[in-house]
């Protein structure tokens, strides 16, 4: 197992910055998820760690090794793309041990690989057939096959599942998150989608605008946000900041003291009908079954409520709603830093 070590590196096209002076490091056989809005610069950032593009600046490090200027090929790494990249005119076979013929690997230790690996991913009765003749979650196996087969101890993916319809990718992250923990991998992953960064890394890296935003576990980075924003693009639904003066009034609510201007934030699962909070007039109402969404004004800002089971509210209803001030997450509305 190797670690991953990047030292503030930058990606730079002129003026403009893709990756700004970024450093994290990735321990030894985990998991971690670069996750982010398009544009933030998560996609370039798995790209210089590959070796697919030059930094303009900073150092990465693999097992301890700097790797800065070396080629793909002499980084000791797998890589997985969103799309599966697979050749159409060869066999899933084929295609899985291409690397392996290109590394003159010996036929007998292609041969062991092969079917180690088409066990592990379901592939053994696919072996003969083209990508053309395979469903999509299918040729995603093949994908991950020929990585796994280098036998390579780090792997880096590029949004892997983007491609495939909700259930899939529900079916792929579990199966990716087993493979990963079986073999010792040490992975990063790159997805847009906060779940996926939730229910399979150990560490989540949320970046903006091509600087990191937080580093830390899920748990962390749910239940602290660093930022208005980290606390808005982790969770379902987003967490309501809204500014301080909207709440003003409710009982127990206590914002830090200093000179600062504040935001607020509350996630919605934590809101309750409670008769003595704050009136707030129905925006829309959604019954998902399990719970219901209900989209309100609060003080003239946009309010979403989370209510398991199912609550009645129409249009022009006015509900009193309050929460524990444990559910308070305050912001400076500068610099969006969390304040408490």
């Not at 050749?87 to 062991?112: Q, T, W």
């Not at 280098?150 to 495939?164: F, G, K, T, W």
């Not at 199966?175 to 079986?182: D, F, G, M, P, S």
């Not at 946000?225 to 982790?234: K, Q, S, Y």
Request: charged share 20%; glycine share 10%; with cysteine.
């Amino acid at each position: 197992m190797k670690d991953i070590a990047v030292e503030g590196i930058s990606r730079r096209w002129g003026e403009a910055a893709a990756v700004d002076d970024v450093s994290f490091t990735v321990a030894a056989g985990t998991l971690v998820a670069l996750l982010g809005p398009s544009g933030c610069g998560k996609s370039t950032t798995l790209r210089l760690i590959a070796g697919l593009d030059q930094p303009s600046a900073g150092r990465i490090r693999i097992g301890g090794a700097d790797v800065t200027g070396l080629p793909p090929a002499r980084r000791g790494i797998a890589m997985v793309f969103q799309s599966y990249a697979l050749f159409p005119h060869l066999s899933v076979a084929e295609n899985i041990l291409f690397g392996l013929k290109v590394r003159r690997v010996e036929p007998a230790e292609r041969a062991d690989r092969l079917r180690r690996v088409a066990d592990m991913l379901g592939l053994a009765a696919l072996l003969d057939r083209k990508p053309s003749q395979l469903s999509g979650g299918q040729q995603q196996r093949v994908a991950l096959a020929r990585a796994i087969v280098a036998e390579a101890a780090v792997c880096l993916m590029d949004e892997p599942l983007s491609n495939l319809d909700a259930q899939l990718r529900l079916e792929m992250r579990r199966e990716i998150r087993a493979l990963q923990t079986r073999l010792g991998m040490t992975m990063i992953y790159v997805t847009h989608d906060q779940s996926e960064a939730m229910t399979m890394a150990d560490r989540i890296i949320l970046m903006r605008a091509g600087r990191i935003e937080q580093n830390a576990t899920p748990a962390e980075i749910y239940g602290r946000p660093a930022t208005g924003f980290a606390g808005r693009f982790v969770g379902t639904p987003p967490m309501n900041v809204i500014p301080a003066a909207a709440a003003a009034g409710l009982p127990g609510l206590q914002p830090p003291a200093g000179p600062h201007t504040l935001l607020l934030g509350i996630r919605p699962e934590a809101v309750r009908l409670d008769p003595a909070g704050l009136p707030a007039e129905v925006v829309a109402a959604e019954y998902l079954g399990a719970d219901t969404l209900v989209e309100t004004r609060l003080g003239g800002s946009p309010f979403v409520a989370r209510f398991a089971g199912r609550v009645e509210a129409r249009t022009g209803d006015v509900l009193r709603l309050g929460w524990g001030p444990e559910a308070a997450h305050w912001f400076d509305t500068g610099t969006d830093r969390r304040m408490n």
